[in-house]
């Protein structure tokens, strides 16, 4: 059992695995990554696999290392996943996702006045803000709403 | 200081000692605003106001402002019905306008719209309000007005009326804190200002009470920041007619007033200060227009470079 659950997750040659997504967010991961269908990488994914801390999403990038930069995006939807750069079937890095500060085009302001949801040729910009009370919560900085808990309902 | 190629966009862009240098220059211009003083402070230079919805009272404060200094305006108007920006975006418009002017003034209806400016203008852009947030050039004017009628140094202020949606008591409850102003806000309950703005005053430990009634307060604040209370918020017309009466300021409820007490609204009002008001000492709502001249001549002048 435990031997096909790390095969899962294992199983490719070179790329990035994206371990421990919050369980049903896998295609947000998708998206906040940007990744369309005009990928031409191979992608696949599990979700809801039963894991050690309860259930979890897994994607993994086949033939592509993704910047940390962009991988850190994942921590607005979820906080605890890690990532795992492979090279020829091993693990050569393992992070943690890390909050970035400051996102721009990742998600859509949720102030319908605002001028980054206009037709002008802007991107949303928020600075990206942490709290214990709060949790995540993301600033525009054209409007200065705040948007906290519909982070993943609102990504572009 | 030097405010020379300063955006003016959120009071949350200024700290105490900015704010500061700005009344005080102000204060400096004020002569000139009055018409007693000759100024060319702005010989040669071009001001463009670019309003996207109407707003009379700051477009012609900032006209005035531009032109007590000897400063050329050009006035854009109505935007919507010119057709030199049909269907042209904003940042295009703001690009264009740089090139012809020497700073921008910009009035747009939707949020962050004077952000966004700044991105793209090669010229300072003051924020004449944009949306629902920010109007900073009317909260200087509150400010100053504070200044020369009372003092801003823990001031005792009450805000009254439709605080939830009023973003001019908001960035003004901003910029009070740092003078450690002691604030009461009067509402009825379905237009009380916003929690996360109370929070967060308290957590700088400023003092803040909540209440529905002027009567309580009236003799206890040295300044009553009244702003008008819309029909359109209440869902109800019997629950508009009570607050309607409950947050209005008559020469009865002034009885009670210390007699320092000064009484300010951004006009336009509707009913909540009763005529009466106007001759007692305690209006100041025509001064706090006028003031609105020498505030932006200050922003005016400081912006582009010709106060330091
Ligand atoms: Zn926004």
């Known amino acids: 059992m435990n031997e096909k659950r790390n095969l899962k997750?294992?199983?490719?040659?070179?790329?990035?695995?994206?371990?421990?997504?919050?369980?049903?967010?896998?295609?947000?991961?998708?998206?906040?990554?940007?990744?369309?269908?005009?990928?031409?990488?191979?992608?696949?994914?599990v979700m809801n696999a039963p894991g050690a801390r309860g259930k979890k999403d897994v994607v993994k990038i086949e033939g592509k290392e993704l910047s940390i930069e962009e991988?850190?995006?994942?921590?607005?939807?979820?906080?605890?996943?890690?990532?795992?750069?492979?090279?020829?079937?091993?693990?050569?890095?393992?992070?943690?996702?890390?909050?970035?500060?400051y996102v721009e085009g990742v998600v859509r302001c949720t102030n319908l006045n605002c001028i980054s949801n206009s037709s002008e040729p802007i991107k949303s910009k928020f600075s990206v803000l942490q709290s214990e009370e709060e949790g995540v919560s993301l600033?525009?900085?054209?409007?200065?709403?705040?948007?906290?808990?519909?982070?993943?309902?609102?990504?572009? | 200081m030097s405010f020379k190629n300063r955006h003016v966009i959120s009071m949350k862009d200024f700290s105490r000692e900015e704010i500061d240098y700005v009344l005080d220059t102000a204060e400096k211009l004020e002569p000139v605003a009055r018409g007693e003083e000759r100024s060319r402070l702005l010989d040669g230079k071009i001001i463009s106001l670019l309003f996207f919805e109407p707003s009379t009272r700051t477009r012609l404060s900032f006209e005035v402002a531009a032109r007590r200094l000897?400063?050329?305006?050009?006035?854009?108007?109505?935007?919507?019905?010119?057709?030199?920006?049909?269907?042209?975006?904003?940042?295009?418009?703001?690009?264009?306008?740089?090139?012809?002017?020497?700073?921008?003034?910009?009035?747009?209806?939707?949020?962050?719209?004077?952000?966004?400016?700044?991105?793209?203008?090669?010229?300072?852009?003051?924020?004449?309000?944009?949306?629902?947030?920010?109007?900073?050039?009317?909260?200087?004017?509150?400010?100053?007005?504070i200044r020369r009628e009372s003092h801003l140094e823990g001031l005792k202020i009450a805000m009254a009326g439709d605080l939830k949606y009023g973003r001019t008591v908001h960035s003004l409850c901003h910029a009070l804190s740092l003078y450690g102003a002691e604030m009461t806000f009067v509402s009825p309950p379905e237009l009380r200002m916003p929690s996360e703005i109370v929070r967060g005053l308290r957590k700088q430990n400023i003092c803040v009470?909540?209440?529905?009634?002027?009567?309580?307060?009236?003799?206890?604040?040295?300044?009553l920041y009244m702003t008008r209370v819309q029909q359109e918020r209440f869902p109800d017309p019997d629950e508009y007619e009570k607050v309607k009466n409950s947050l209005?300021?008559?020469g009865d409820l002034l009885k009670a007033a210390g007699p320092d007490l000064k009484i300010l609204h951004p006009l336009p009002r509707v009913n909540e200060i009763s005529p009466e008001v106007d001759e007692t000492s305690h209006a100041r709502y025509f001064e706090q227009a006028f003031y609105g001249v020498p505030i932006r001549m200050a922003l005016l002048a400081l912006a582009m470079g010709v106060i330091e």
């Open chain 1, 139 to 156: 600033h525009c900085l054209y409007c200065d709403h705040v948007i906290s808990e519909e982070i993943a309902e609102n990504l572009l």
């Open chain 1, 71 to 101: 991988l850190n995006r994942i921590a607005l939807i979820s906080p605890k996943a890690t990532i795992n750069i492979i090279r020829d079937f091993k693990v050569i890095q393992k992070n943690e996702v890390v909050l970035p500060s």
């Open chain 2, 209 to 223: 009470k909540e209440t529905d009634s002027l009567e309580e307060i009236i003799g206890d604040v040295e300044v």
């Open chain 2, 70 to 145: 000897g400063g050329q305006v050009l006035n854009l108007g109505s935007v919507e019905a010119s057709s030199v920006m049909k269907g042209e975006n904003l940042a295009d418009t703001i690009r264009v306008i740089s090139k012809y002017a020497d700073l921008i003034v910009l009035r747009h209806p939707l949020d962050g719209s004077a952000r966004m400016a700044t991105e793209v203008a090669s010229v300072p852009v003051i924020n004449g309000g944009d949306g629902s947030v920010h109007h900073p050039t009317q909260t200087f004017l509150d400010l100053y007005t």
């Open chain 1, 9 to 45: 997750v294992q199983a490719i040659e070179n790329g990035t695995v994206i371990d421990h997504v919050k369980a049903g967010q896998a295609l947000n991961v998708l998206r906040i990554l940007g990744i369309s269908s005009a990928f031409r990488e191979t992608i696949s994914f």
């Open chain 2, 248 to 250: 209005r300021i008559t």
